[in-house]
């Protein structure tokens, strides 16, 4: 996966000054030897900190050695100024934990107090405006912090992603598609940089590659992609040359920034100039870690490179499209799988999803489009779609957005892709989300979220809540069970 962060952690252990420097330090070794047994590698600074003089040595130290992302370890209570100035003066995402208590033994001479000591470490970076990620419980053995780490480490990866990521977008939205708003203010609060260019910038660029002698090379490419699904040959080139055209544009605007996405203008002159409709392109960018979302959703492309910086897989953007229709349920899940009618939902696009998550890959026209452009026809300007059922599997939905007067907002909803046949067409799955009707209704609906939800494929839920608390989105809604009324859910209903 290209396009996103590699993440080498560093570990600095803390120690106040009324307690040893020699039990803060053993303990440090503990937790690196349990985390290198896991097959993980951690740079180990070998200061402590126990005043300003230190954190500075310290600093220098994770510098030199490369680290972007830290864990600051409380091997006792900690110093509260010193430990929080070097999350203040590192750049990077950081982590605070601490130790628990060895033994009964160990109390009368070796308690550490690091219980105590978190406590003033949070209030203290509260008090200086500093962000770290401090785990649900981060109090532990060794072997427990070294599984806390662990688990920062797609949240690391993420935020590193994020200060360093610039979003690329072709066109103004489609007519009707004010939903996918995209307040620009909150894009520079999570790190963001954004470009926008219009939709004819691109077609220059497009229509400057004519003859690229790169374009036979991704033909091939996309033919061995493709294999027996190649059903539409003769629009390879162009597709090809339109590829190479993003890539090349991503190349040379990407300015300061490291790693881009896209959020392009796919419909509907985009048919008619280019000649070509843009979805196995953005399909197979996507699957290499380069999000390009349709119709201008630049908080989709957004959403799309943090489920792939938090997944290191690639992702989709998918309408939350249609229900599951109820002979379709009858017929292939009721009974066989524990979900409600209401569970269910088809997400679907016109065909973006990248290969490897498809069961079989297909090379269409888009049909949607062909109805209005090319009506009782042989498809022409159309083709360029990547059809097939989405993959069987667990699944996370989720979103990031901003809502029109500039407030940071999130959902995240684990299920599944059930191994049912869509008897569709496009990128499409049934898709089983646990109270998905009430969520739906109490969430997507009433808190005005836009059609399209970002899919990453696996279990990512805890990590994404955690990129989100660091972010600091205050709404991060979920799938309630029916235990947990959402706030303007009916109670008598």
Request: charged share 20%.
């Amino acid at each position: 996966m290209i396009n996103i962060p590699t993440v080498k952690l560093g570990i600095v252990a803390v120690s106040r000054d009324c307690f040893p420097m020699s039990l803060s330090e053993s303990r440090r070794r503990a937790v690196v030897s349990a985390y290198e047994a896991k097959g993980l590698s951690i740079f180990e600074c070998q200061t402590t900190i126990e005043n300003e003089v230190h954190m500075k040595k310290a600093l220098a130290e994770v510098k030199e050695a490369g680290c972007n992302a830290l864990v600051i370890y409380l091997g006792n209570f900690g110093p509260e100024s010193s430990e929080t100035l070097l999350a203040k003066y590192f750049d990077g995402p950081v982590m605070f934990v601490a130790a628990a208590e060895e033994a009964s033994a160990s109390l009368a001479n070796d308690r550490g107090d690091a219980y105590c000591g978190m406590l003033n470490a949070s209030y203290n970076l509260k008090l200086r405006n500093i962000k770290a990620y401090i785990p649900e419980y981060p109090v532990g053995t060794p072997s427990e912090v070294a599984d806390m780490m662990e688990d920062f480490l797609p949240i690391a990866r993420t935020i590193l992603g994020l200060n360093n990521l610039k979003i690329i977008s072709f066109g103004p939205r489609p007519q009707d598609f004010l939903a996918c708003n995209a307040p620009i203010k909150q894009l520079y609060n999570v790190g963001v940089e954004i470009e926008e260019n219009s939709e004819l910038d691109l077609f220059a660029a497009y229509n400057e590659h004519a003859n690229d002698p790169r374009i036979p090379d991704v033909i091939k490419d996309m033919e061995a992609e493709l294999g027996e699904g190649n059903k539409m040959p003769g629009i390879l080139p162009k597709l090809a040359q339109y590829e190479i055209t993003l890539l090349d544009w991503a190349e040379a605007h990407k300015g300061s920034r490291e790693y881009v996405a896209f959020a392009n203008k796919c419909w509907p002159s985009f048919q008619t100039q280019f000649g070509f409709v843009p979805c196995y392109v953005n399909s197979r960018l996507t699957g290499r870690g380069i999000p390009v979302s349709c119709e201008v959703d630049i908080y989709g492309a957004l959403s799309e490179f943090i489920g792939t910086c938090v997944s290191e897989d690639a992702v989709t953007l998918l309408d939350i499209n249609n229900s599951v229709p109820s002979d379709m349920y009858e017929e292939h899940i009721k009974g066989a799988y524990d979900y409600t009618l209401k569970d269910t939902f088809m997400g679907f696009h016109c065909g973006n999803t990248p290969a490897c998550k498809l069961t079989t890959r297909t090379m269409k026209n888009q049909k949607i489009m062909a109805r209005s452009l090319e009506p009782n026809q042989e498809p022409n300007i159309t083709r360029g779609t990547l059809e097939g059922d989405i993959v069987p599997g667990k699944i996370t939905f989720f979103r990031l957005q901003s809502t029109a007067d500039a407030k940071l907002r999130a959902y995240i909803a684990q299920g599944e892709v059930l191994p049912v046949s869509t008897c569709s067409f496009g990128g499409i799955g049934v898709f089983a989300i646990p109270e998905m009707g009430r969520f739906y209704r109490h969430v997507l609906v009433e808190k005005n979220y836009p059609h399209h939800g970002a899919v990453a494929f696996g279990s990512f839920g805890k990590s994404l809540f955690e990129v989100f608390k660091y972010l600091s989105v205050e709404d991060i809604a979920f799938n309630q069970p029916k235990s947990m009324l959402y706030k303007t859910e009916n109670p008598f209903a």
